[in-house]
């Protein structure tokens, strides 16, 4: 599996780094987590053919994590698509949804594929696809709007991702995590709806995660000195924009 960073920052807006979005791709699959800002571009860069995208699914419907939807539809109309793009959103979201895409006027442009939309409940676990070689599931995050973090499973390899979080005991609960990508909206300071480093490394046993990248981060915060403090340097990273890992 390769995990690439298309943007890491929270919903303040940075200096250097773009709202968090994030694209999973497996041989047979690939899944863009969020969508900020220029998506074509970063999938091209990181060689995801807009052709190649089978789905996005939003984690809940605040602005940093929905902006850049138009523009990559816009993109694949351009590009000639015709692959079906499934959208996976809360079922309490979906008239939202459509609403837009009607403000937007997508179904006049004459897009040549086609738009699937499915919806989840997102108040329990619940798997959201399945393929050959991965699983998504959704599982409840604790946000102020209705939110899900993601679990990726391919193969013995488990990757789980907050979301917009306090933390969450649903996390606790893995016996072992090859990935955790957690938001850490602030370094230290305890902020209502969001997670910070300290709380990370206070809340979840480190021992049954093999890595931990940061994402969702605030210009201004002390990350490497609490990193540093914490001596976590060695399991716990700040994702970077366009970085890519595998595992
Ligand atoms: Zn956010
Ligand atoms: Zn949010």
Redesign the pocket.
């Known amino acids: 599996m390769e995990i690439h960073f298309l943007g890491t920052g929270s ?1 303040y807006p940075g200096r250097d780094r773009d709202n968090t979005s994030i694209c999973i791709s497996t041989n047979d699959y690939h899944v863009l987590m969020d969508v900020s800002g220029n998506p074509c571009r970063k999938l091209k860069q990181i060689n995801v053919a807009l052709e190649d995208l089978d789905s996005v699914i939003f ?2 419907f ?1 602005i ?2 929905l902006y850049g939807l138009p523009s990559l539809l816009w993109g694949m109309w351009l590009e000639n698509r015709k692959k079906p793009l499934t959208i996976y959103c809360h079922d309490v979201n979906i008239s939202k949804l459509n609403q837009w895409l009607n403000t937007m006027e997508v179904y006049e442009w004459g897009i040549t594929f086609p738009l699937l939309i499915k919806t989840f409940d997102g108040g329990f676990p619940e798997e959201l696809l399945k393929t050959r070689d991965v699983r998504i599931s959704a599982f409840p995050a604790i ?3 209705p ?1 899900i973090g993601l679990e990726v499973t391919e193969g013995n390899k488990t990757i789980v991702y907050s ?2 979080s306090q933390v969450n005991s649903h996390i606790q609960t893995y016996p072992h995590i090859h990935l955790l990508i957690h938001e850490a909206t602030s370094a230290i300071k305890v902020e209502a ?2 997670t910070s480093l300290t709380e990370i490394a206070e809340s979840y046993d480190l021992e049954k995660i093999d890595k931990v990248v940061l994402v ?1 981060l605030s210009d201004h915060q002390p990350y490497d000195e609490e990193l540093s403090r914490l001596k976590l340097e060695y399991k716990v990273q700040k994702a970077e924009e366009m970085m890519s890992i595998s595992i």
């Open positions: 919903a984690t809940h605040h940093d994590h946000h102020s709007v939110t979301s917009d709806n969001h969702h």
